[in-house]
Protein backbone atom coordinates (compact mmCIF):
# COMPACT_ATOMS: atom_id res chain seq x y z
CA UNK A 1 0.00 0.00 0.00
CA UNK A 2 1.40 3.26 -0.68
CA UNK A 3 1.73 5.72 1.90
CA UNK A 4 -0.40 8.51 1.41
CA UNK A 5 0.53 10.61 4.66
CA UNK A 6 2.72 13.00 2.52
CA UNK A 7 2.38 16.24 2.55
CA UNK A 8 1.00 17.36 -0.93
CA UNK A 9 1.15 20.99 -1.08
CA UNK A 10 1.66 23.15 1.89
CA UNK A 11 1.09 22.16 5.64
CA UNK A 12 -2.55 22.38 5.32
CA UNK A 13 -3.56 20.01 2.28
CA UNK A 14 -2.90 16.42 2.75
CA UNK A 15 -4.33 13.22 1.01
CA UNK A 16 -6.24 10.75 3.03
CA UNK A 17 -5.95 9.68 5.69
CA UNK A 18 -2.82 11.76 6.99
CA UNK A 19 -0.68 11.02 9.58
CA UNK A 20 -3.08 9.50 12.20
CA UNK A 21 -6.18 7.52 10.34
CA UNK A 22 -9.63 9.55 10.42
CA UNK A 23 -12.54 6.11 11.38
CA UNK A 24 -15.97 6.51 11.07
CA UNK A 25 -18.95 5.92 7.81
CA UNK A 26 -18.13 9.59 6.47
CA UNK A 27 -14.41 8.63 5.91
CA UNK A 28 -14.62 5.27 5.29
CA UNK A 29 -17.19 6.40 2.02
CA UNK A 30 -14.74 9.58 0.92
CA UNK A 31 -12.25 6.78 0.84
CA UNK A 32 -14.26 4.82 -1.33
CA UNK A 33 -15.47 7.26 -3.78
CA UNK A 34 -12.18 9.19 -3.90
CA UNK A 35 -9.35 7.99 -2.14
CA UNK A 36 -6.59 10.53 -3.77
CA UNK A 37 -9.32 13.29 -2.05
CA UNK A 38 -7.57 15.78 -0.67
CA UNK A 39 -8.02 17.86 2.78
CA UNK A 40 -7.61 20.79 4.58
CA UNK A 41 -5.82 20.18 7.97
CA UNK A 42 -4.98 23.40 8.73
CA UNK A 43 -2.05 24.74 11.32
CA UNK A 44 -4.57 23.39 14.19
CA UNK A 45 -3.89 19.82 13.12
CA UNK A 46 -7.37 18.20 12.20
CA UNK A 47 -9.68 21.14 13.17
CA UNK A 48 -10.65 22.18 9.49
CA UNK A 49 -12.80 18.48 9.79
CA UNK A 50 -15.60 20.92 11.94
CA UNK A 51 -15.83 22.66 8.76
CA UNK A 52 -16.61 20.03 5.90
CA UNK A 53 -20.27 20.06 5.16
CA UNK A 54 -20.05 17.51 2.62
CA UNK A 55 -18.86 16.15 -0.64
CA UNK A 56 -18.99 18.27 -4.13
CA UNK A 57 -19.39 16.51 -7.54
CA UNK A 58 -18.74 17.84 -10.33
CA UNK A 59 -19.40 16.06 -14.26
CA UNK A 60 -16.77 14.57 -15.71
CA UNK A 61 -14.24 15.10 -12.58
CA UNK A 62 -13.52 12.71 -9.50
CA UNK A 63 -15.65 14.33 -5.68
CA UNK A 64 -14.26 16.45 -3.94
CA UNK A 65 -14.27 17.51 0.20
CA UNK A 66 -16.02 20.46 0.61
CA UNK A 67 -15.73 22.93 3.35
CA UNK A 68 -17.99 26.12 4.13
CA UNK A 69 -15.76 29.12 4.18
CA UNK A 70 -17.22 30.88 7.93
CA UNK A 71 -16.77 27.42 9.42
CA UNK A 72 -13.42 27.69 8.47
CA UNK A 73 -12.69 31.04 10.43
CA UNK A 74 -15.02 29.59 12.94
CA UNK A 75 -12.58 27.23 13.44
CA UNK A 76 -9.58 29.32 14.31
CA UNK A 77 -11.58 31.35 16.41
CA UNK A 78 -12.27 28.57 18.55
CA UNK A 79 -8.95 27.25 18.76
CA UNK A 80 -7.49 30.55 20.52
CA UNK A 81 -6.99 32.50 17.07
CA UNK A 82 -7.72 36.27 16.24
CA UNK A 83 -10.44 36.83 14.06
CA UNK A 84 -8.40 38.76 11.73
CA UNK A 85 -5.53 36.22 11.50
CA UNK A 86 -7.94 33.66 11.11
CA UNK A 87 -9.62 35.68 7.93
CA UNK A 88 -6.05 36.12 6.80
CA UNK A 89 -4.58 32.68 7.08
CA UNK A 90 -7.78 30.85 5.68
CA UNK A 91 -8.09 33.41 2.72
CA UNK A 92 -4.04 33.13 1.81
CA UNK A 93 -3.59 29.14 2.51
CA UNK A 94 -6.63 27.99 2.42
CA UNK A 95 -8.26 29.83 -0.46
CA UNK A 96 -5.46 30.47 -2.35
CA UNK A 97 -4.71 27.02 -2.23
CA UNK A 98 -4.92 24.49 -5.55
CA UNK A 99 -3.02 21.64 -6.44
CA UNK A 100 -5.28 20.07 -8.94
CA UNK A 101 -8.59 18.29 -9.28
CA UNK A 102 -8.75 16.24 -6.01
CA UNK A 103 -8.47 19.92 -4.09
CA UNK A 104 -11.34 20.91 -1.82
CA UNK A 105 -13.75 23.32 -2.45
CA UNK A 106 -14.81 26.05 -0.39
CA UNK A 107 -18.48 27.00 -0.52
CA UNK A 108 -20.10 30.16 0.88
CA UNK A 109 -23.90 29.61 1.81
CA UNK A 110 -25.62 32.98 1.13
CA UNK A 111 -28.83 32.81 3.53
CA UNK A 112 -30.80 34.79 1.06
CA UNK A 113 -31.03 32.03 -1.18
CA UNK A 114 -34.05 31.44 -2.27
CA UNK A 115 -33.95 28.33 -0.73
CA UNK A 116 -31.86 28.51 2.37
CA UNK A 117 -34.55 27.99 5.14
CA UNK A 118 -35.49 24.91 2.94
CA UNK A 119 -32.45 22.82 3.33
CA UNK A 120 -32.44 23.02 7.47
Known amino acids: ?3 KSKT ?3 ANIRKLPVTKPRTGEF ?3 LEDINPEALLFDGPED ?3 DRAIIGVATRVGMTPVVAYEDVKLVEVLVDEGWDYTDAVEWVEINT ?3 YVGENTPIIIELH ?3 PYANEAK
Do not use: L, R
Open 111 to 113: EQS
Open 8 to 10: ICD
Open 46 to 48: YAF
Open 1 to 3: MKD
Open 27 to 29: WNW
Open 95 to 97: KGS
